[in-house]
């Protein structure tokens, strides 16, 4: 089994357990209960695909389980320990393919901005971005570069940047920063990406023994009180919030399994 396929089946493998993914197996399951004229099975599979997606698409479910990953690790300046550098994660930008000009920026480019801001305001004195590509993207270029193009838009000097552009997971990231670094011994570095994925990376880049302390960015949930109706209502961000938040907790424990943390 070639390593590509194997990294396709990693990805594929866990959309099952996403909302999504169970929304569509209790879906197949009302189709062959049908088929098989079943009634009570069908009503079955489809209030339960009818409650997944009630519940996953609820703002105030989304904003909680998402929390329980971003509240983690706090993003407070005043406490932010200085650091011979920031290590940012990929994830964030994409190479420009025509019609587009630019880099497409996705969620997650706060990570690149946060990373600038942070050489910017003398936290770290240089910035190793790590992010390849995966083999079924086919971008003209990894996305490491593009990373070292947009910090050095945002006022980080080229000099005072190294970029990681093969690795295509958390894992990889750690493995190709660790090759970057000027250690053993590592030098203390700051770790940049989103909350919600820091105590994976954070786990990762620690057992892979790099000293990290976590400088999270691109939170999405809020500490607010629910008190509108709206927030028990289905929405599409919200949706997207929950799913993340699964994915999240899949690759932790994903990678606790296979012995990476």
Request: hydrophobic share 50%; glycine share 8%; charged share 20%.
């Amino acid at each position: 089994m070639t390593s590509e396929l194997l990294l396709l089946l990693s990805k594929i493998g866990p959309m099952m357990l996403l909302p999504e993914g169970l929304i569509v197996l209790a879906l197949l399951g009302a189709s062959v209960s049908i088929g098989l004229r079943a009634r009570r099975s069908t009503v079955a599979f489809v209030m339960a695909a009818l409650a997944v997606f009630w519940l996953s698409a609820m703002p105030v479910f989304a904003n909680w389980i998402l929390g329980t990953l971003e509240r983690q690790h706090k993003s407070d300046p005043a406490t932010l320990p200085r650091a011979e550098l920031a290590i940012v994660l990929g994830g964030g930008v994409g190479a420009p393919i025509p019609p587009r000009e630019t880099p497409e920026l996705y969620d997650a480019a706060d990570r690149i901005w946060y990373a600038a801001h942070l050489y910017r305001s003398g936290h770290v004195k240089r910035i190793i971005a790590v992010g390849g590509q995966l083999p079924w993207d086919e971008l003209p270029r990894p996305e490491g570069d593009v990373m070292r193009d947009m910090l050095i838009t945002l006022g980080v000097p080229a000099a005072a940047i190294e970029i990681g552009s093969t690795s295509q997971n958390t894992y990889e990231n750690a493995t190709e920063a660790r090759s970057i670094m000027r250690g053993p011994p590592f030098e203390p570095a700051l770790l940049v990406t989103s909350a919600a994925h820091m105590s994976r990376a954070l786990a990762v880049f620690r057992a892979a023994g790099i000293p990290v302390d976590p400088a999270p960015c691109d939170f999405r949930s809020n500490s607010r009180r629910v008190g509108h109706i709206l927030d028990w209502l289905p929405q599409a961000g919200a949706f997207a919030m929950t799913s993340n938040a699964v994915r999240e907790w899949l690759g932790y424990y994903a990678y606790k399994w296979r012995g990476w943390l």
